[in-house]
């Protein structure tokens, strides 16, 4: 009688077990998020979002958490919004706007989906994140005093773990007629450090519509190399610095500039 108690219990325990299987296998859940950020040009970057789910969402809670630059980090999610969907399985969602920063700001974007639970009458949820960059560019832009617009723009100032990088470009438009004249400068300085600027005038250009040129004409040709991760009191004060010069009767320029410091918070 006792093996057969002991195969008895066993038995139960294994049905009991298939049972919570079952279940944990067939729990709502979130199958894809995907975040899409734009560019902040000084109201923030507006952050949209895609959730799919194996189930129809009621639901989703929103949170954000900035990572990146540390002295912007939060140390808790904050709510951005709480969007409706009665029932979709696939949801677009504007979630607002979120600053960006030079040195590329860094998001944890987190979505809480909450699915009906019509047996317990009740609510279950199911969390992910992705990951939201957000850059925030310099930019001087316009028409000045000679009908030519013009256009340049330092991108981003960043440290990607082996080197301190400067994106950007500088664009013109001529809508005159004319030959207008353009031409400029980039310039990439370590200003701490015992190092040459690296430096290129841009090729000057006669042109009657568009000149253009940007940082990867020249490939990583204004990245500084630091040899890896930056150590414990290392730090890097560098100015990127962008002009575009056109002439046509008067001459104007539009400048891109901003000097940041990199240390060992900025490491990836």
């Not at 949209?48 to 929103?62: K, M, N, P, Q, R």
């Not at 317990?120 to 832009?141: E, G, L, M, Q, R």
């Not at 841009?202 to 009657?208: A, D």
């Not at 990867?216 to 890097?236: A, I, K, R, V």
């Amino acid at each position: 009688m006792k093996s057969r108690s002991i195969g008895i219990t066993v038995a139960m325990l294994c049905f009991l077990l298939q049972i919570g299987i079952v279940n944990n296998s067939e729990a709502a859940s979130i199958t894809y998020i995907s975040i899409s950020p734009s560019t902040d040009y000084g109201s923030g970057g507006p952050v949209y979002a895609y959730l799919s789910a194996d189930e129809g969402i009621e639901f989703i809670d929103w949170y954000a958490k900035q990572t990146y630059p540390i002295s912007d980090a939060d140390s808790e999610y904050e709510q951005l919004t709480t969007s409706s969907h009665y029932g979709e399985t696939n949801v677009y969602v504007d979630l607002g706007s979120l600053s960006g920063n030079i040195k590329i700001a860094k998001y944890d974007i987190k979505a809480v989906a909450w699915f009906s639970d019509e047996e317990n009458n009740t609510f279950i949820s199911d969390t992910s994140t992705d990951t939201a960059y957000i850059y925030k560019p310099v930019v001087d832009s316009g028409s000045k005093t000679n009908g030519i617009y013009g256009y340049s723009e330092l991108t981003a100032h960043y440290f990607d773990g082996s080197s301190i990088v400067m994106d950007g470009y500088v664009y013109a438009y001529n809508e005159t007629g004319n030959n207008a004249r353009g031409f400029g400068r980039f310039r990439h300085t370590a200003q701490n450090k015992p190092l040459d600027e690296l430096e290129k005038d841009l090729p000057s250009k006669h042109f009657l519509s568009s000149y253009s040129y940007s940082t990867s004409d020249w490939g990583s040709y204004f990245n500084f190399d630091t040899g890896g991760n930056l150590q414990e009191g290392e730090e890097w004060v560098c100015d990127a610095y962008l002009r575009l010069r056109v002439t046509f009767g008067d001459t104007d320029d539009w400048w891109a500039t901003d000097a940041n410091t990199f240390d060992e918070s900025d490491n990836p």
